[in-house]
């Protein structure tokens, strides 16, 4: 974070509408190698739009963003005219920032395992035998190896989402796109999720992440940014964020969100 | 009574098992026929294209409007009139295979539909194809899902196999009808007839219960036990 490389994902004034609602009015953010961000902000803002265009599961209508220096999307020349990279860069751009998401969404025909080969061997191309070892590895970081043969009907909510976890790490990636990821757990679950995102920082894996904890936000995140209004309205340090200084908008949703 | 077992059984019964084994392979080669083209026109009819996509609506609308018997006596007796000569056992099985076929696309496009859209969107968001997450992650979710359906289409395509009979296929209701009119007697041998459809029907039935089970992915771990509950989503 100190050094200044250029961003490993760059987005400027990214737009989408939802049935003619403006649901992103012009995003602008930017994250560097190691950077853990988090998007925080009241329901409904489009933190997790956000996240859904920068791996088009969402297609953006307007803006631009680079990713290690490659444009996925932007609005070029004169004409204006929006452009959408093909499909095969965006493939290949998704692989390198996967994203875990709010239900998990482990395969449910496939085994612990499986789920972690799964991405290795159809999109990476790796060996089957490459795949198990690194499935093995990114398994044992996030505690499941011992579930390796189970499927995910049979795991709780926290497992599912300690080895969707696994599963983004096993793409070797850039960085991980975290949506809420602990907002359909129970309470004592959160802590086994959360525990395994600090495990990923401290090893300096560069992290977004979409949420509505605040007590871990203001321990693991670099930089936090607060939506609003289909804007990022305030960016900052967690010290400033979370400080007395903080912007009175940002203190109002703190007060509602603790309640 | 008497008659049944000490006359009609032992002379007949071979003679209509012949017809039966007739029917086992009408309602196999047609229900492997059946899946294979209803899969196709399930995946063709929720293409984008229009092109494609209206055709087959087309077809599996005619086809499921219009009574099996029909079609069967279409294929065999009018399209020879248009050069197209099939023998009555293939006239038979094109017509279970169409007939089947229209009826399967619907559970197999309910099958697709069906599977969680989180699954798609995990496929995208590793990179994959629009092709490898078809393969790779829709597809056998949704067969795991209509294969209890296919099961139920099974055994009621072995019994509207004995439609074919119409057709002079020589199947067990077409070789009761020989049997009848040898002996008049019609009583003996119709309960001889449902004897064995039943018994074809139930023996079928435990066969796909026990493919089921055997498919469902958590049932084929041996190491800890789970309660063999099927299908929690998909096909109805």
């Not at chain 1, 560097?32 to 933190?47: D, F, N, Y």
């Not at chain 1, 990821?181 to 086994?192: F, G, H, I, M, N």
């Not at chain 1, 495990?199 to 894996?205: C, K, P």
């Not at chain 2, 984008?48 to 099996?68: K, N, Q, S, Y």
Request: charged fraction near 20%; aromatic fraction near 8%; glycine fraction near 8%.
């Amino acid at each position: 974070m100190t050094e200044p490389r250029p961003p490993v994902l760059m987005v400027r004034q990214l737009r989408k509408t939802f049935q003619g609602n403006a649901v992103l009015k012009g995003v602008d953010l930017s994250l560097h190698e190691g950077e853990i961000a988090c998007l925080i902000g009241p329901s409904g803002t489009g933190k997790s739009t956000i996240l859904r265009c920068l791996n088009f599961l969402e297609q953006p209508e307007g803006g631009e963003i680079t990713f290690f220096g490659q444009t996925l999307c932007a609005e070029g020349g004169n004409s204006n005219i929006f452009r959408i990279a093909p499909p095969r860069i965006l493939q290949a751009a998704r692989a390198r920032m996967p994203m875990v998401f709010q239900h998990f969404n482990l395969f449910s025909h496939r085994t612990v395992m499986e789920n972690v080969v799964e991405g290795q061997v159809v999109v990476l191309r790796r060996g089957r035998a490459e795949a198990r070892d690194r499935a093995r590895d990114c398994l044992a970081r996030v505690g499941m190896l011992e579930r390796a043969d189970f499927y995910p009907d049979q795991l709780s909510g926290g497992q599912k989402q300690r080895v969707a976890i696994a599963r983004a790490l096993a793409m070797s990636p850039a960085l991980i796109l975290f949506d809420e990821p602990t907002s359909a757990l129970d309470p004592q679950l959160v802590q086994e999720v959360q525990g395994v995102i600090r495990d990923l920082s401290a090893e300096g894996m560069t992290m977004l992440i979409v949420t509505h904890e605040m007590r871990f936000v203001r321990s693991i995140a670099h930089t936090v940014h607060f939506c609003e209004g289909g804007r990022i309205a305030e960016s900052g340090s967690a010290a400033d964020i979370f400080g007395p200084n903080a912007p009175p908008r940002i203190q109002t949703f703190m007060e509602v969100a603790h309640g | 009574m008497y008659n049944f077992f000490f006359y009609a059984v032992p002379e007949h019964f071979p003679f209509l098992l012949q017809g039966a084994l007739v029917t086992v392979e009408l309602s196999l080669i047609s229900m492997l026929l059946g899946t294979l083209l209803g899969f196709f026109l399930a995946v063709g009819r929720l293409s984008a294209r229009r092109t494609l996509r209206w055709p087959l609506d087309a077809f599996v609308e005619v086809v499921r409007d219009t009574p099996l018997i029909v079609q069967l006596l279409l294929i065999y007796f009018s399209l020879p009139e248009a050069g197209i000569v099939l023998s009555a056992f293939w006239a038979g099985i094109a017509g279970l295979t169409l007939n089947l076929a229209a009826y399967l696309s619907e559970v197999f496009r309910a099958a697709i539909v069906a599977v969680d859209k989180g699954q798609r969107e995990a496929a995208i968001s590793l990179g994959m194809s629009p092709v490898a997450v078809y393969c790779r992650v829709i597809i056998p979710q949704a067969a795991l899902a209509s294969l209890p359906t296919l099961g139920g289409y099974f055994i009621a395509l072995l019994k509207d196999c004995s439609l074919v009979s119409f057709i002079s296929v020589n199947e067990l209701l077409r070789h009761a009808t020989i049997v009848i009119s040898d002996t008049f007697d019609s009583m003996d041998t119709y309960i001889m007839v449902a004897i064995i459809y039943f018994m074809m029907s139930f023996v079928s039935a435990r066969i796909i219960r026990y493919i089921e089970l055997w498919l469902t992915p958590s049932n084929r771990r041996a190491t800890i036990s789970v309660p063999l509950t099927m299908d929690k989503e998909g096909a109805r």
